[in-house]
T-cell receptor, first 110, second 112 residues
């Protein structure tokens, strides 16, 4: 089993749609969780950290379920500029090392 | 501007040659990392360092070497022992205690 598993995608959605990405992780000792965005042939960029209580940043909402070892990212009112690969990232259970999921590709079309 | 600088942006390696990729950060981060990304794949950890003069192997360290003589710098050498070096190499840095990592804009390495 992979340490971090994501929906493979691609997700093809029209502008204005709401889309949700899921991620599961295997290490129950993990303490830090993030979503990154990676554009084609570019470096990953931090989108948001994920907190136990859930958190929102504009159109983006992240949620964490520790019992199920599950993380989600919800994007509301999708824009063309949201087209990218979204990486679920989890720390390696107490060590200062992050494990990156393979990513979910999102394509938003007019 | 604070950030992470990788150079060169593109690099070509001849067979049997060692090449070194540069990574410099001015974020005062303690930890630095090297990743490899192949087309359509996720990031794989090559080496990481949490303190000057110390580093640990990641998941795919064979054929690579690093040094951490200064806090700001974490160069990666791709040796001739790495038989399939063509990839996108990403350097990152972070504070300690599981802070998010911030990336440089990468180096694309190809074989001539």
């Amino acid at each position: 089993r992979k340490e971090v598993e994501q929906d493979p995608g691609p997700f093809n959605v029209p502008e204005g749609a709401t889309v949700a990405f899921n991620c599961t992780y295997s290490n129950s000792a993990s303490q830090s969780f993030f979503w990154y965005r990676q554009d084609c042939r570019k470096e990953p960029k931090l989108l948001m950290s994920v907190y136990s209580s859930g958190n929102e940043d504009g159109r983006f909402t992240a949620q964490l379920n520790r019992a199920s070892q599950y993380i989600s990212l919800l994007i509301r009112d999708s824009k063309l500029s949201d087209s990218a690969t979204y990486l679920c990232v989890v720390n390696a259970g107490g060590y200062n090392k992050l494990i990156f999921g393979a990513g979910t590709r999102l394509a938003v079309h007019p | 501007d604070g950030g992470i600088t990788q150079s060169p942006k593109y690099l070509f390696r001849k067979e049997g040659q060692n090449v070194t990729l540069s990574c410099e950060q001015n974020l005062n981060h303690d930890a630095m990392y090297w990743y490899r990304q192949d087309p359509g794949q996720g990031l794989r950890l090559i080496y990481y360092s949490q303190i000057v003069n110390d580093f640990q192997k990641g998941d795919i360290a064979e054929g690579y070497s690093v040094s951490r003589e200064k806090k700001e710098s974490f160069p990666l050498t791709v040796t001739s022992a790495q038989k399939n070096p063509t990839a996108f190499y990403l350097c990152a840095s972070s504070g300690l205690n599981n802070q998010p990592q911030h990336f440089g804009d990468g180096t694309r390495l190809s074989i001539l």
